[in-house]
């Protein structure tokens, strides 16, 4: 029998507490109403969701990032945020009464999910503002929490209050890889999308197995990943989603419940008849490059595109050139990755979610 054949309408676990309040349906309809009309916008973001979690619909309506287009609206079913929850609460192992922290905006899929995996699972959950550095006034310890890679750089400090954390929402840079390596936190870079109701697989990124080597992605339960023609990696979950999901992430298949994941197809840059993924030179660059940074490009008479570097500091001639020089000399960085003009932005254009806005930033600088 499947193992989340128990699915149920969706109500609230036993165990389930919110901010040290244990409510029931009623209870929390009326808190929902109290953060709508008296709280800070994040927590009218958290009682909207709350509300409709509990409403007749078999769905919610979600908004996408934005990180690779437009953000557009796209409808979730209820069933599947279960499903979720639960294959996380699994993967993970984390039982009920988990205590657990919400730093993330209950506006994108993210922070409802952690929502919902603690109604569901029966969580002892508490909130704080999503800021960069959400654990700053934090004084106790939470069993799991969910971040963005921009919020573990800000949190390095007090990561000890968390026992495992998944990061998400961005790749996790080699130089943020390094940085969390003998803390004592379980740290899993995570795989997904909102239209498979956020992560599919992760990877730990601090263990002793992973300084040695690069981990691959691990899918959860109920997840089989396969290739299509380009390579692209292909999701069948159908707990979480009606149809199979082929992505545009280039990836090297392992098995079928692992992979490593290479770049987005749809970034790929021809530069003289070679292919360039962005996202590999970018991990040979961060071990040079302290700052944010990305690499795209620009149309060129003779290469047809050509590689670019964008690096978000105030311009200065003598960091310039220290940059030229150390990517010149680096044995990692193929001639032909090595970046034809660099830019500098004191800051970079950003998504409601925090990423970097790659197609804005290019717009305002070269404006």
């Not at 032909?336 to 979610?353: A, D, G, L, M």
Request: aromatic letters at 10%; hydrophobic letters at 40%.
């Amino acid at each position: 029998m499947n193992e989340f054949a128990d699915y149920y309408t969706p109500r609230l676990h036993e165990d389930f507490q919110f901010n040290k309040n244990k409510l029931n349906e009623t209870g929390l309809i009326q808190l929902a109403n109290l953060y709508i009309n008296e709280g800070e916008p994040y927590e009218e973001s958290i009682g909207e969701f709350i509300l409709d979690w509990l409403d007749e619909k078999e769905y919610v309506e979600v908004k996408t990032s934005g990180s690779t287009g437009t953000p557009k609206i796209v409808q979730v079913k209820k069933e599947y945020m279960v499903n979720s929850a639960k294959a996380t609460g699994k993967f993970f192992k984390l039982p009920e009464q988990t205590t657990a922290l919400l730093c993330l905006p209950a506006s994108y899929i993210a922070g409802k999910m952690m929502l919902v995996r603690a109604m569901v699972l029966g969580w002892h959950l508490d909130s704080v503002q999503p800021k960069s550095n959400p654990i700053d006034q934090v004084f106790k310890r939470y069993d799991f929490c969910a971040m963005t890679p921009f919020q573990l750089d800000n949190s390095l400090g007090r990561l000890h209050l968390i026992q495992k954390l998944i990061v998400g929402g961005g790749a996790v840079s080699v130089h943020l890889k390094q940085l969390v390596q003998g803390i004592p936190t379980k740290i899993y870079e995570t795989y997904g999308m909102t239209e498979t109701v956020t992560h599919i697989a992760a990877r730990r990124i601090n263990s002793k197995k992973s300084r040695k080597k690069k981990l691959p992605f691990k899918v959860l339960a109920n997840v089989t990943v396969a290739q299509d023609d380009r390579n692209c990696l292909t999701i069948k979950a159908p707990l979480v989603s009606d149809q199979l999901v082929v992505t545009n992430d280039v990836v090297e298949l392992i098995t079928y419940k692992k992979f490593f994941w290479k770049g987005r197809i749809d970034n790929v840059i021809n530069s003289g008849g070679v292919k360039i993924h962005p996202e590999e030179v970018e991990k040979k660059l961060q071990n040079i490059i302290l700052q944010r940074f990305f690499v795209t490009s620009l149309p060129d008479d003779a290469l047809g595109e050509k590689l670019i570097l964008f690096v978000e500091a105030a311009f200065s001639e003598e960091v310039l050139e220290h940059l030229k020089e150390e990517i010149q000399k680096s044995k990692k960085i193929d001639k032909f990755e090595k970046p034809k003009k660099i830019y500098f932005v004191e800051k970079f254009e950003e998504t409601h979610t925090g990423k970097v806005n790659r197609i804005n930033t290019l717009k305002a600088r070269l404006a």
